[in-house]
C-alpha cells in the first residue's frame, strides 16, 4: 500500500511558477513509474509527466519546457516545477506511483491539489 499526499497547488497570474510537491509513504516491491496527472474540465486525468526508476523522463500535452518533474528519492518526495504558467493549465493536478505491490500492478493514487491560473 502506498499513500500519497499533493501540496503546493493555489492561485497564480499567467506568466508565475508553482512547484508541487508529493510525499510517499508505504511499500512497493518494484517501480515502475511516478508521474503527475492533471484533469482539467470533463473527466479524463492525463498524463503530463514521467519519471522512470533509471530517472528517465517523460512530458505531455505541451508542458515540455515549461515543467519539469524530479524526486527525493531518500525522501520519498515527488516534485513538479511549473514555469511560465498559462491559463490552460487550470486543473487539478494528482500524484501517481505505478508499480507491482507482490501480487499485482496497480497505480497508486493522491488526493490532488488545485492549481488555477488567472489574473
Known amino acids: 500500500q502506498v499513500d500519497l499526499v499533493e501540496s503546493g497547488g493555489g492561485l497564480v497570474q499567467p506568466g508565475g511558477s508553482l512547484r508541487l510537491s508529493c510525499a510517499a509513504s508505504?511499500?512497493?516491491?518494484?517501480?515502475?513509474?511516478m508521474a503527475w496527472y492533471r484533469q482539467r474540465s470533463g473527466p479524463e486525468r492525463d498524463m503530463i509527466a514521467q519519471i522512470f526508476g533509471d530517472g528517465n523522463t517523460n512530458y505531455f500535452d505541451s508542458v515540455g519546457g515549461r515543467f519539469t518533474i524530479s524526486r527525493d528519492i531518500a525522501n520519498n518526495k515527488l516534485y513538479l516545477q511549473m514555469d511560465n504558467l498559462k491559463p490552460e493549465d487550470t486543473a487539478t493536478y494528482y500524484c501517481v506511483v505505478n508499480g507491482f505491490t507482490g501480487s499485482e500492478f496497480r497505480a497508486f493514487w493522491g488526493q490532488g491539489t488545485r492549481v488555477t491560473v488567472s489574473s
Open positions: 508505504g511499500t512497493i516491491q518494484r517501480l515502475n513509474f
